[in-house]
């Protein structure tokens, strides 16, 4: 919904699945009338529910490497078949660095808690380009290189 208030009016506009916002009615109702109270209330309970936008399109990443220690990267992510990939200079730079068999990640905005391992994708691989297509859907830019965030493999006996 949108919500708009000046003095004792509000302009409401209730969005609906499937349409575009343009095509809807907004409505001019009074702030104290029935329905400008139900509007207001509505608002307030998803704002309380609300998420900052850099969560849909920043991950925080701690990296860690067996020798050196832990670094922390804000890394801009698609999924691709219910994968995990990051793109980041910084990030792609540090992998180049360090050994690959010693680095793990971590971050509190993934589903396992355990350490992920990082796997390079291949950039002339039909994948590269899938994920660069959805990056530029996102972000409207461009990323070089992609890495998979792929979760701890969980044994069961």
Not at 5 to 23: K, Q
Not at 75 to 97: E, I, P
Not at 124 to 152: C, I, N, T, W
């Amino acid at each position: 919904m949108t919500l708009y208030r000046w003095d004792e009016r509000s302009l409401v506009f209730f969005l609906t699945v499937g349409r575009l916002s343009g095509e809807g009615v907004q409505l001019e109702v009074a702030v104290h009338s029935p329905l400008g109270t139900f509007a207001e209330q509505r608002f307030d309970e998803l704002w309380q529910q609300s998420k900052p936008i850099e969560r849909f399109t920043h991950l925080p990443l701690t990296q860690v490497d067996a020798t050196d220690g832990r670094r922390e990267f804000s890394c801009r992510f698609v999924y691709v078949d219910d994968c995990l990939y990051v793109a980041g200079h910084d990030l792609v730079s540090y992998m180049a660095r360090h050994r690959l068999d010693q680095l793990s990640a971590y971050s509190e905005a993934l589903t396992a808690a355990d350490a992920h391992e990082l796997i390079v994708v291949d950039d002339e691989s039909e994948l590269h380009g899938l994920l660069m297509q959805r990056f530029a859907e996102k972000y409207d830019a461009s990323a070089g290189a992609f890495v998979e965030l792929r979760p701890p493999v969980l044994v069961t006996e």
